[in-house]
């Protein structure tokens, strides 16, 4: 790229661009990272520089970047369609993908409702859950149960459900009421348990992100609790909603998340790994039960009035297609437990770390919890301090993530776990300044 070109690029960035979760005051005064082009798990800037793909494109991509299957299925459907609506309409891919869909998620889930995101993807569940009992005649079911720390997205409907005070508190008096369990684990089933024997008949529905919680640091659930969680939302007659935005499409080992435990939900939330990293897509699975609750008469408006413009777009749902293809030909989940393992062994050597005070994995998501305050950035300035070492990670506050392409190879996991290991124990020596840093959370 001509000199030129890329110092107008950094330019127009600072000047045009307002970057998500992130205070600009700190972008504006570095050189933005700007990223031109992939191959594999690979990312090139326009300064030429290749870095890993710590973090898979913040988590969605899964066989890695220009992955050969997927770029063809989108040249030829571009031949085709871009798009059309699914509003009075259907397309072909919507259709064959609804079809796949429904035949690798847990047992029971038979409707796929598309959206944009993961949080629509949520809120989607969450309107259809608490419009369900209205539909139904039983008006008093409206209070929508959480977990603490909890993260189902941005938008106000699913910031309503988030737990995380840093992203949500200043948003209070914004989104509506709901309940949020105390504690984590067996203590929150406890809770769950005392409130649905108390209150079940005023609940609509609990959302979780089952096994792990990715946005809260990658906290990770006890075995058994997701299941039993599962018996006592179906005992009481209150919807289970897996929000699996960050979890599915083998992020955890298997397919979904659920599938450790074999639970059914009411409600699946897919985004993030859904079209392989491509392009926004997610979908909202649910039972026949949820399905018929809105099978009346026009005449008495129980219709479900969602529907975003997007909805269903051909593209995104022939790389949704291509991503499914590729994990039975290429065989993605079985290839990826001896990559788990390698991790998992890896992993124990950040204890070594004085700045280390937790690593957490399921699957392959993992974080590494750094001591210190929050306000001393310590993540971001081991993902800054990883830059020089040819590898792009993000932060949650103090905790280092890791979530590479399930594609990596074992040798490229390595090197990824060695830079990351020196990023930290750079940091871990203190420095006279630091300047600002780049990413935040
Ligand atoms: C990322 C995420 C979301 C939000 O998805 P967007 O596509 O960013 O709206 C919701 N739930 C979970 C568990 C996530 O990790």
Redesign the pocket.
Do not use: L, M, Q, R
């Given at each position: 790229m001509p000199k030129t070109k890329v110092q107008h690029l950094k330019q127009w960035d600072r000047e045009c661009v307002w970057h998500p979760f992130t205070q600009m005051k700190d972008w504006v005064r570095e050189e933005p990272l700007i990223i031109d082009s992939a191959e594999g798990v690979y990312l090139k800037d326009i300064d030429g520089n290749v870095y890993i793909d710590g973090v898979s494109s913040l988590?969605v991509n899964v066989h890695g970047h220009r992955q050969a299957h997927i770029d063809a299925a989108l040249k030829k459907q571009i031949d085709k369609l871009g798009h059309s609506t699914l509003l009075g309409l259907a397309n072909t891919p919507s259709v064959e993908l609804a079809k796949r869909l429904i035949e690798i998620a847990p047992q029971g889930l038979k409707k796929v409702f598309y959206s944009d995101?993961?949080?629509?993807a949520?809120e989607i569940a969450i309107k259809m859950a608490y419009q369900y009992w209205q539909n139904t005649g039983r008006r008093k079911k409206t209070a929508i149960v959480h977990l603490s720390n909890s993260?189902?997205?941005?938008t106000l409907g699913?910031v309503s459900v988030g737990g995380i005070d840093l992203f949500h508190k200043v948003y209070r008096k914004l989104i509506f009421k709901t309940i949020a369990l105390k504690g984590q684990g067996w203590e929150a089933v406890a809770n769950l348990e005392n409130l649905l024997k108390a209150e079940s008949s005023s609940i609509a529905a609990l959302v979780v992100?089952p096994l792990v919680q990715?946005?809260a640091g990658m906290l990770v659930w006890p075995p058994g609790a997701l299941r039993k969680m599962r018996q006592l939302t179906r005992k009481h007659n209150v919807f289970l909603i897996a929000?699996e935005?960050?979890t599915g499409f083998g992020r955890t080992g298997k397919m979904f998340a659920c599938q450790h435990e074999d639970v059914s939900p009411d409600f699946l939330c897919l985004?993030?790994g859904i079209t392989g990293g491509y392009l926004p897509l997610?979908a909202t699975l649910t039972t026949q039960q949820v399905y018929d609750g809105f099978l009346f008469d026009y005449k008495e408006y129980k219709t479900f009035f969602h529907g975003h413009t997007y909805t269903g777009n051909p593209l995104a749902c022939a790389a949704a297609l291509a991503n499914l293809e590729i994990f039975k030909k290429e065989r993605t989940l079985s290839r990826l437990v001896p990559k788990i393992k390698f991790l998992a062994e890896k992993l124990k050597m950040f204890y070594n770390c004085r700045l280390v005070a937790e690593v957490r994995q399921q699957g392959f998501m993992a974080g590494i919890e750094l001591k210190g305050r929050l306000e001393d950035r310590l993540g971001a300035q081991v993902c800054q301090a990883a830059r020089k070492y040819g590898v792009i990670l993000r932060p949650l506050g103090n905790v280092v993530v890791l979530m590479p392409p399930l594609s990596i190879s074992l040798e490229e996991l390595e090197y990824l776990l060695m830079a990351t290991y020196r990023a930290i124990e750079e940091t871990a020596v203190p420095r006279p300044f630091l300047g600002p840093f780049l990413s935040e959370i």
């Open positions: 988590w995101n993961g949080s629509t949520v993260y189902h997205g941005d699913s992100e990715g946005a929000d935005v960050a985004a993030k997610a």
